[in-house]
T-cell receptor, first 113, second 113 residues
Framework: QQQVKQSPQSLIVQKGGISIINCAYE??????FPWYQQFPGKGPALLIA???DVSEKKEGRFTISFNKSAKQFSLHIMDSQPGDSATYFC????????????WGAGTKLIIKP | KAGVTQTPRYLIKTRGQQVTLSCSPI?????VSWYQQTPGQGLQFLFE???????NKGNFPGRFSGRQFSNSRSEMNVSTLELGDSALYLC????????????FGSGTQLSVL
């Protein structure tokens, strides 16, 4: 009940397009859902996070959509730019995981100019 | 403020040896957590230290251990290295714990030959 499944594994999007990455979790007690962005040679950096009291959160070109009943959340990157090319990780945590983040396997995103 | 600093950046060891990795968190951050990252596997949580006490532990064998000093700096030790321990080891710090924004270092790339 502690898994977070992330898809797709890799994604190629044209510049200016919309990038969409999906995650599904199993534990209904999870209450914190962050997305991290990682560039080669660097550690992950928090991009945006959501808690289940809202269904959507937007920060600039990045939006998290959250569907509590389906136990799914997704990251949308609008107007994707070559600088967005990175690996993206979703994660989830809550009291049941002792607040340890349970991570998805990552999505390698390539934005073609 | 300086970011999270991990040393060394790269390390090559042979099977059976032991290794110590170091992490200096952001000033004022009391929580330090460690992660193992391997290609396609996402991040696996090792443990978290808060005010010199181990507060959370992941599912890794006892060969993996850590500690935190009074200045919040942390070390991770792996004894009797195995080939499968080859990975990027990441350290993250936060003000209060795992359920908030984590600031990651660039990691230590460990290769076990």
């Amino acid at each position: 009940q502690q898994q977070v499944k992330q898809s797709p594994q890799s994604l190629i999007v044209q510049k200016g397009g919309i990038s969409i990455i999906n995650c599904a979790y199993e534990n209904t007690a999870f209450d914190y859902f962050p997305w991290y962005q990682q560039f080669p040679g660097k550690g992950p950096a928090l991009l945006i996070a959501i808690r289940p009291d809202v269904s959507e959160k937007k920060e600039g070109r990045f939006t998290i959509s959250f569907n509590k009943s389906a136990k799914q959340f997704s990251l949308h990157i609008m107007d994707s730019q070559p600088g967005d090319s990175a690996t993206y990780f979703c994660a989830a945590s809550g009291m049941d995981s002792n607040y340890q983040l349970i991570w998805g396997a990552g999505t390698k995103l390539i934005i073609k100019p | 403020k300086a970011g999270v600093t991990q040393t060394p950046r790269y390390l090559i060891k042979t099977r059976g040896q032991q290794v110590t990795l170091s992490c200096s968190p952001i000033s004022g951050h009391r929580s330090v957590s460690w992660y193992q990252q391997t290609p396609g596997q996402g991040l696996q949580f090792l443990f978290e230290y808060f005010s010199e006490t181990q507060r959370n532990k992941g599912n890794f064998p006892g060969r993996f251990s850590g500690r935190q000093f009074s200045n919040s700096r942390s070390e991770m030790n792996v004894s009797t290295l195995e080939l499968g321990d080859s990975a990027l080891y990441l350290c993250a710090s936060s003000e209060g714990g795992l359920n908030e924004k984590l600031f990651f270092g660039s990691g230590t790339q460990l290769s076990v030959l």
